[in-house]
């Protein structure tokens, strides 16, 4: 059975700093930190492609070939619908016993510019589907080698790559230090705004990178509803309606027959009111003051592709007051082979509860419920909006040392989520003051990002030879 990894509850007695920044060096003699530039998968090592076939027996049929298709299109493409065959690897890798709450597929485009509730620009993590308490060290170690792989592929040469690298794990590491010295409270409401963004950049950036940086913040504040009911609706027999755009966006009106379809419509009205229980009080108010205008399937992401995942098109005062809500499958997250199941029942509370944890602050609508499908199961979803003030990274624009700097943010951010969580005073004693530990993990992104060419090269294999289907990975057809 896998180890239970869950972090000690706050409400337990704790020793004293001094004692848990001990422990922490402690720690250091059975498991060093030079430890961690390991990564000698055994020849025994499970099949990748086998696992990626497991997942996709339980998403739907017709859309598992996206999935692949955006998969072999580059390395860096593969590895960010792996999180579940590195969960696997790093089951195999040392890691200290300190364990903290894991975004569980902590790569680079995970991290971006998100709203607060108060409409100020974060830069935060976003995608908690893996989320679960576990070892510390395997967040970083997703960043780490998601950074290896960018770099890689905009052709960066060894010495760039393992700056890049270390300038990030010593930013999550000075950034613990810095969280182990400071309260609970203190901690709690430490957050990455638009302020200290523009400080770093002033300092660290030349005149370009700092222009992306101006057009990024105020390109992410035009990613809201309002944009979204521009882009991806019409008006159509005198109502507001989802555009089709199969296999990408398809319309409930195309899923079920007529004769289903109010019966259906119905189903999707139940799911909005049981999930506002899950809510505060005060946004079941603001929700209750919406109506369900038009729902559709929407493909997302590429480790997601193939999950259930729902646009509901939500009016408020009028038709051109909208509100885009997600609901979006939640199955058993990938590290729970390896770390233990949850202690929620349902996965949809799973996510959210991880990502209310992790996160400064959290979309004002993030809820779950449990609904029936077309086939009659029953499944977890979450729902938050579809897009609020978000802003993605372009690593493939990005300049060594703007992928650098960018490295460093997602460091800190991390940190600041595990410290939220895990004993950050004892993580920081482990990590300690030398670079150790940075060294480390820039040996063992290497490696992996070799792991995960080979992987890579196996899934366009098996697609080649008709092992697994394919389709244009752009939803075309």
């Not at 576990?134 to 592929?153: F, M, N, Q, T, Y």
Request: aromatic share 8%; proline share 5%; with cysteine.
């Amino acid at each position: 059975m896998p180890q239970d990894r869950r972090p000690a509850s706050r409400t337990t007695p704790r020793a004293t700093p001094a004692e848990r920044a001990a422990a922490g060096r402690a720690v250091r003699r059975r498991v060093p930190r030079s430890a961690h530039a390991v990564f000698e998968p055994t020849a025994r090592r499970f099949d990748p492609l086998t696992v990626l076939e497991t997942q996709s027996a339980a998403r739907v049929p017709d859309l598992v070939p996206l999935r692949y298709g955006r998969m072999t299109e580059s390395p860096f493409r593969f590895y960010r619908g792996a999180a579940a065959i590195m969960a696997a690897d790093l089951a195999g890798t040392p890691d200290s016993g300190i364990t903290a709450q894991l975004c569980g597929d902590a790569h680079l485009l995970n991290f971006r510019l998100l709203a607060s509730p108060e409409r100020n620009l974060l830069f935060d993590i976003n995608d908690f589907d893996e989320t679960l308490p576990g070892p510390w060290e395997w967040d970083v170690k997703r960043l780490a080698a998601s950074l290896v792989i960018a770099a890689r592929a905009n052709g960066f040469p060894d010495r760039e790559r393992a700056r890049l690298v270390r300038a990030s794990v010593r930013s999550y590491r000075k950034s613990m230090a810095q969280y182990a010295r400071m309260g609970n409270l203190e901690v709690w409401y430490a957050r990455i705004d638009e302020a200290r963004l523009r400080a770093v950049a002033a300092v660290q950036l030349a005149e370009r990178g700092r222009e992306n940086l101006d057009r990024a913040l105020v390109k992410a504040r035009t990613r809201d509803s309002r944009q979204v009911l521009g882009k991806l609706t019409e008006w159509s027999g005198g109502r507001r309606r989802i555009v089709s755009d199969p296999p990408l966006v398809v319309p409930l009106t195309e899923l079920v027959p007529d004769a289903e379809r109010i019966e259906t419509e119905e189903r999707f009205r139940v799911l909005l009111r049981r999930y506002a229980r899950s809510l505060p009080s005060d946004r079941r108010a603001l929700l209750s003051g919406f109506r369900l205008a038009d729902v559709a399937r929407k493909v997302v992401g590429v480790g997601s592709v193939g999950t259930r995942c729902w646009v509901l098109l939500l009016l408020g005062r009028d038709d051109d007051d909208p509100l885009f809500l997600q609901a979006k499958e939640a199955d058993t997250s990938v590290l729970a082979d390896h770390v233990g199941t949850s202690r929620y029942r349902n996965q949809g509370e799973r996510v959210v509860a991880g990502q209310r944890l992790m996160q400064a602050t959290s979309d004002i609508f993030l809820g779950w419920e449990r609904a029936e499908g077309f086939d009659g199961r029953r499944r977890d979803f979450y729902l938050r909006q579809l897009r609020d003030w978000k802003g993605i990274a372009e690593p493939e624009r990005m300049t060594p040392q703007g992928l650098t700097l960018f490295g460093e943010v997602c460091g800190a951010t991390l940190a600041r989520a595990h410290a939220r969580s895990g004993d950050r005073i004892a993580i920081a004693g482990y990590l300690g003051k030398g670079d150790a530990f940075d060294r480390a993990l820039g040996v063992f992104a290497e490696a992996y990002a070799d792991r995960n060419e080979r992987d890579h090269e196996a899934l366009v294999a098996a697609v080649r030879a008709g092992r697994l289907p394919t389709a244009d990975p752009s939803g075309t057809r």
